[in-house]
């Protein structure tokens, strides 16, 4: 079920995301707002796993229908060198919100059963359509070039330097990002049986829920030192960083339990740290007429990395679990090489533009 989800927000992303450049893209959010509140409300009380995976499918293309198509809708709206602050923090909430979701859904379970933790989820999202409806002008749809076929726009984007060089480096950081989060509980479960028992130490999941969080204000700040120091430097220095700083983590399983949560921590910062200010490049360099397709690529490329990427990992820990210190530390030099390609990316920029 959660493969199906995640399979139909891939392959509908770019078809949604692109038509927001010819279409109102506040019409296209509300629909897959509407869209996710009935897939949740029916999955509440449906039965059998077909219907539950058709229902996994609607949810998926309405996330398809709200994430990227929200960021178009935001960018819309916001010009000018405060709209990479908006973008970060769109972002964040983002995180924000799939972090309260499994919180919500966790203590809702508890109290009245599964089924009413989707119904309240289905209702908060159909809340959140009511609220777009009522305080969110449309979205702008330009004519001329912006009225261009789907191709022509791709095409465009395709052949931007300055748009390609901030999508692929998102690829690399997405590569690392739900490699890190795939594998994270495992690693740190792994690192566990070698700490002697000595009082309260925190589980494999708590510690990972705070890499999480930790990362929210680690997305805003990124982009705050990449508006103060020049978006292309700050960017290589976090991916460069976070990439040695992975790498430090995987040999690190045997150090006492203490050393290997605060490196985890600190990657955990240095991984989302460069998340917000990929994609804000992205959106200011989007060729005229094409940000919707702009953030179309961008994601699909960005979710495709992040299914490759935790794939990759498992394939390495497979051909080296006859010695799993060296695997788990291969693992991460699997991850970190895959974000270490952000900084190569980011030399397809054809001219500075980090003012934008």
Same mark, same amino acid.
């Given at each position: 079920?959660?493969?199906?989800?995640?399979?139909?927000?891939?392959?509908?992303?770019?078809?949604?995301?692109?038509?927001?450049?010819?279409?109102?893209?506040?019409?296209?959010?509300?629909?897959?707002?509407?869209?996710?509140?009935?897939?949740?409300?029916?999955?509440?009380?449906?039965?059998?796993?077909?219907?539950?995976?058709?229902?996994?499918?609607?949810?998926?293309?309405?996330?398809?229908?709200?994430?990227?198509?929200?960021?178009?809708?935001?960018?819309?709206?916001?010009?000018?060198?405060?709209?990479?602050?908006?973008?970060?923090? $769109?972002?964040?909430?983002?995180?924000?919100?799939?972090?309260?979701?499994?919180?919500?859904?966790?203590?809702?379970?508890?109290?009245?059963?599964?089924?009413?933790?989707?119904?309240?989820?289905?209702?908060?999202?159909?809340?959140?359509?009511?609220?777009?409806?009522?305080?969110?002008?449309?979205?702008?749809?330009?004519?001329?070039?912006?009225?261009?076929?789907?191709?022509?726009?791709?095409?465009?984007?395709?052949?931007?330097?300055?748009?390609?060089?901030?999508?692929?480096?998102?690829?690399?950081?997405?590569?690392?990002?739900?490699?890190?989060?795939?594998?994270?509980?495992?690693?740190?479960? $792994?690192?566990?049986?070698?700490?002697?028992?000595?009082?309260?130490?925190?589980?494999?999941?708590?510690?990972?829920?705070?890499?999480?969080?930790?990362?929210?204000?680690?997305?805003?700040?990124?982009?705050?030192?990449?508006?103060?120091?020049?978006?292309?430097?700050?960017?290589?220095?976090?991916?460069?960083?976070?990439?040695?700083?992975?790498?430090?983590?995987?040999?690190?399983?045997?150090?006492?339990? =203490?050393?290997?949560?605060?490196?985890?921590?600190?990657? =955990?910062?240095?991984?989302?740290?460069?998340?917000?200010?990929?994609?804000?490049?992205?959106?200011?360099?989007?060729?005229?007429?094409?940000?919707?397709?702009?953030?179309?690529?961008?994601?699909?490329? =960005?979710?495709?990395?992040?299914?490759?990427?935790?794939?990759?990992?498992?394939?390495?820990?497979?051909?080296?679990?006859?010695?799993?210190?060296?695997?788990?530390?291969?693992?991460?030099?699997?991850?970190?090489?895959?974000?270490?390609? =952000?900084?190569?990316?980011?030399?397809?920029?054809?001219?500075?533009?980090?003012?934008?």
């Amino acid at each position: 079920m959660s493969a199906v989800y995640y399979g139909a927000y891939v392959i509908t992303v770019p078809i949604l995301t692109a038509w927001t450049d010819q279409r109102d893209a506040k019409r296209i959010l509300c629909i897959g707002l509407i869209t996710g509140s009935l897939a949740s409300l029916c999955f509440a009380w449906a039965s059998g796993i077909w219907t539950a995976m058709v229902l996994r499918v609607l949810a998926g293309i309405s996330l398809a229908g709200i994430y990227m198509p929200g960021l178009k809708l935001l960018s819309d709206h916001i010009q000018g060198p405060l709209q990479s602050r908006y973008v970060s923090f $769109y972002t964040a909430s983002f995180s924000l919100g799939t972090s309260l979701s499994y919180y919500l859904a966790g203590e809702i379970h508890l109290v009245w059963g599964w089924r009413w933790a989707f119904t309240v989820s289905g209702l908060l999202t159909l809340a959140g359509c009511i609220m777009m409806l009522l305080t969110v002008p449309a979205g702008k749809v330009l004519e001329g070039r912006g009225a261009d076929s789907t191709g022509v726009r791709l095409r465009a984007v395709l052949g931007n330097r300055q748009t390609m060089a901030y999508v692929l480096g998102y690829a690399a950081h997405m590569w690392e990002l739900f490699s890190m989060r795939s594998w994270m509980v495992t690693f740190l479960t $792994y690192s566990r049986q070698f700490q002697i028992a000595s009082g309260w130490a925190p589980s494999p999941t708590q510690v990972v829920a705070l890499i999480n969080l930790f990362g929210l204000p680690a997305s805003i700040g990124g982009n705050e030192l990449c508006r103060r120091w020049g978006r292309s430097r700050i960017l290589r220095m976090i991916m460069w960083s976070s990439a040695l700083v992975g790498i430090a983590v995987g040999f690190s399983s045997r150090l006492p339990y =203490g050393w290997v949560v605060g490196l985890g921590l600190v990657y =955990g910062v240095l991984v989302l740290g460069d998340s917000a200010s990929l994609t804000a490049g992205a959106v200011a360099s989007a060729p005229h007429g094409g940000r919707g397709t702009t953030l179309a690529v961008h994601s699909t490329m =960005g979710f495709g990395a992040a299914f490759l990427g935790p794939l990759a990992t498992g394939v390495v820990l497979d051909l080296l679990r006859g010695n799993a210190y060296l695997g788990w530390s291969m693992a991460f030099i699997c991850m970190g090489a895959g974000c270490a390609l =952000g900084p190569l990316a980011l030399r397809l920029k054809q001219k500075d533009d980090d003012q934008l």
